[in-house]
């Protein structure tokens, strides 16, 4: 059973408009949150991350969400670049194990 | 069920010692993926494969070997394992669809 989703295997995307990635999670002992990048032929980078005590963390054009009652986070980036077109991850973790638990990604496309 | 299914889940090895960390998957997935996961640096490709009978570097295959005889399998060989390995390896499979990573392996080469 995925106890990390990403229920969208891709999203396109206007360049200068606003990304919204999104990711749900099962796993109420969860309380860490990332968010991955992947280009083709390499591994996934890290990009942000939130920790259970917020409900926002902003890190330039990048902003993730957390809703913890809806067991639901998102990734905002805004305005959105054609360097952007890659694939993300939604991962999770917990106190008691530093193993990540990733989602099965969302490709993003910026269209021109 | 389906997914992917790697093991062992924890190994310590003493350096100069070999392993095979096994890594199988059911979905038929062309594409597999091994990376390792060390702190501050995300994960980090280190070999993968397109299909059956087909291998290639990523960023760090130094010390790893890999086959892909079947579809489904795709183990990562440590050679002669060094303290530089020890890591949390995640194997993956993939279609246009998405990823599916396996649970991971902690190794600690001592």
């Known amino acids: 059973d995925q106890q990390v989703k990403q229920n969208s295997p891709s999203l396109s995307v206007q360049e200068g408009r606003i990304s919204i990635l999104n990711c749900d999670y099962t796993?109420?002992?969860?309380?860490?949150f990332l968010w991955y990048k992947k280009y083709p032929a390499e591994g996934p980078t890290f990009l942000i991350s939130?920790?259970?005590?917020?409900d926002k963390n902003e890190d330039g054009r990048f902003t993730v969400f957390l809703n913890k009652s809806a067991k639901h986070l998102s990734l905002h980036i805004v305005p959105s670049q054609p360097g952007d077109s890659a694939v993300y991850f939604c991962?999770?973790?917990?106190?008691?194990?530093?193993?990540?638990?990733f989602g099965k990604g969302t490709r993003l496309h910026i269209l021109p | 069920n389906a997914g992917v299914t790697q093991t062992p889940k924890f190994q310590v090895l003493k350096t100069g010692q070999s392993m095979t960390l096994q890594c199988a998957q059911d979905?038929?997935?062309?594409?597999m993926s091994w990376y390792r996961q060390d702190p501050g640096m995300g994960l980090r490709l280190i070999h993968y494969s397109v299909g059956a009978g087909i291998t290639d570097q990523g960023e760090v295959p130094n010390g790893y070997n890999v086959s892909r005889s079947t579809t489904e399998d795709f183990p990562l060989r440590l050679l002669s394992a060094a303290p530089s390995q020890t890591s949390v390896y995640f194997c993956?499979?993939?279609?246009?669809?998405?990823?599916?990573f396996g649970s991971g392996t902690r190794l600690t080469v001592v």
């Open positions: 939130i920790s259970s005590i917020k």
């Open positions: 979905m038929n997935h062309e594409y």
């Open positions: 993956a499979s993939s279609t246009n669809d998405g990823y599916t």
């Open positions: 796993n109420s002992m969860f309380d860490y």
């Open positions: 991962a999770a973790t917990g106190v008691s194990d530093d193993k990540i638990i």
